[in-house]
């Protein structure tokens, strides 16, 4: 959804209650809250996508630094491409068709984009990890035992 600011009265309107606001305001310039471009009341409705889910959050384009403003998405302080916070890890918890949901943080997702953006996070790659060494180690330590002592 698009959003934009308007430059006459400081409101920010989404595209489709534009036109209810040229009943209140007097509104001649709108600018865009993703790209930030401005557009006058004429071609405002002609901008109908700029920027993706994914270009926004996953790559920060509206951030300082994002591809946008000429930096790079990826992490540009550790300078090693293993660290890509762009690369999703645990792929099995993630479902491969609507709905988009991870099984491991129980978290529900609007389309393929945003779950793959979800699996590249810090925190499904925490939860994924345990999840996976919970599997492969916890079967050797327990013999069976009830989980809080059992006696």
Excluded at 46 to 51: E, I, M, P, R, S
Excluded at 59 to 75: D, H, I, Q, R, V
Excluded at 100 to 115: I, Q
Aim: aromatic share 6%; hydrophobic share 30%.
């Amino acid at each position: 959804m698009v959003w934009f600011h308007c430059e006459d009265c400081g409101d920010t309107i989404k595209k489709p209650k534009l036109v209810n606001h040229y009943r209140s305001c007097s509104a001649s310039r709108f600018s865009c809250v993703d790209c930030l471009q401005s557009f006058t009341r004429a071609t405002v409705n002609g901008h109908t996508t700029c920027v993706t889910e994914h270009e926004k959050y996953a790559l920060a384009a509206t951030k300082p630094g994002g591809f946008a403003a000429g930096g790079l998405p990826a992490n540009r302080e550790g300078g090693s491409a293993a660290g890509t916070p762009a690369e999703p890890t645990g792929l099995e918890f993630l479902s491969t068709r609507p709905p988009w949901k991870c099984s491991v943080c129980n978290v529900n997702c609007t389309s393929r984009e945003t779950l793959m953006s979800h699996g590249a996070g810090v925190k499904h790659k925490r939860r994924a990890r345990a999840a996976l060494a919970a599997v492969n180690g916890g079967n050797n330590g327990h013999n069976g035992a009830a989980p809080n002592g059992g006696t």
